[in-house]
């Protein structure tokens, strides 16, 4: 699955919320609770080293760090460190992650921010209805 950055950081935060809720508690298919665990266990590495490139970039653009050792971009650089972090955030990166059906979503309550964070993630078409087995007479 290729994504930018910006969507991996946003399927992120609600790959949180979600966890931080139980997956949506009642109603989670055991196959979409793994595909969100797995998915925020890949999105978090991921977040983790945009984190790491946001903070080198920062202190690339900034002047020494103030008396508690926080660096803050100078504001002579704020357009270069804006231009810097819209790089950052349209790199694409391919993850492995396997698409969730709606169906598996079953009657849980998720809330709009996190369907809305996992729009790529989350496969809405119908699955088709399994043929019933006639049975014996």
């Known amino acids: 699955m290729l994504l930018t950055l910006e969507q991996i950081l946003s399927g992120h935060r609600a790959t949180q919320k979600l966890m ?12 979409a609770a793994l ?3 797995r998915a925020a266990r890949v999105l978090a ?3 983790k080293a945009f984190d790491a490139a946001r903070i080198a970039l920062v ?3 900034s002047h020494e760090p103030d008396e508690s050792g926080n660096y803050a971009v100078a504001s002579d650089s704020m357009q270069a460190f804006e231009a810097g972090l819209a790089e950052l955030l349209a790199e694409e990166i391919d993850l492995d992650l396997e698409a969730i059906n709606l169906d598996d979503f079953g009657e ?3 809330g709009l921010t996190a369907l809305v964070g996992l729009e790529w993630l989350i496969d ?3 699955r088709p209805k399994k043929k019933r087995k006639k ?3």
Request: hydrophobic fraction near 35%; aromatic fraction near 0%.
């Open 20 to 31: 931080s809720n139980g997956a949506g508690s009642a109603g989670v298919s055991a196959i």
């Open 35 to 37: 595909r969100i665990a």
């Open 45 to 47: 590495a991921e977040a």
């Open 59 to 61: 202190k690339e653009l």
């Open 108 to 110: 849980s309550q998720i």
């Open 124 to 126: 809405d078409k119908p």
């Open 135 to 137: 049975g014996r007479k």
